[in-house]
């Protein structure tokens, strides 16, 4: 897979090409390329939650609504894996509960990727999947009552979390 800087390079090329942003065109391109080399289900499940701006929050969460959407983009997908790659601040715990029991229900083997960050519920719905992906730079937030919220940064090589289902 490409570096981030070579993704922003390919998007300014492709604008230059089109004078169209070329955003939904290449995350496609990047998203078909990891399907081909693991011939698995991929969902991206992503928000724009690392930059300031003034989008409501339940708009960039995770909520009750994202069942929904995650049904809709389920149906008819065959075989048993998933990748699921996940950037996101969060949201609601009875919500990523829900999602995480439709998941369950729809497949055996659940794989997360995390490329940047997770935060506490987005890092309870990885951590309900049968194995974590993730790069030396990404994280996961995990509330913890004894000492207050805790930054967890994992590498590449550590196995974080695995459910028993």
Same mark, same amino acid.
């Given at each position: 897979m490409p570096t981030w800087g070579e993704i922003l390079k390919e998007l300014r090329i492709e604008f230059e090409k089109e004078?169209?942003?070329p955003f939904d065109k290449v995350r496609r391109k990047y998203l078909r390329e990891l399907w081909k080399y693991t011939q698995r289900n991929t969902i991206l499940y992503a928000s724009k939650w690392t930059r300031s701006t003034n989008v409501p929050s339940d708009l960039i969460s995770i909520t009750d609504e994202d069942v929904q959407g995650f049904m809709e983009?389920?149906?008819?997908?065959?075989?048993? !894996?998933?990748?699921?790659?996940?950037?996101?601040?969060?949201g609601s715990a009875e919500a990523t509960e829900a999602l995480v029991k439709y998941l369950r229900s729809k497949?055996?083997?659940v794989r997360a990727i995390i490329p940047y960050g997770a935060m506490p519920a987005a890092t309870m719905l990885a951590c309900a999947c049968n194995k974590i992906v993730m790069g030396k730079h990404s994280f996961i937030?995990?509330?913890?009552?004894? !000492?207050g919220n805790s930054l967890y940064s994992l590498g590449y090589k550590n196995d974080p979390c695995s459910s028993y289902y």
């Open positions: 004078k169209v942003p983009v389920i149906a008819g997908l065959p075989g048993e !894996s998933l990748d699921l790659i996940i950037h996101s601040p969060g497949f055996s083997d937030y995990k509330p913890h009552r004894s !000492s």
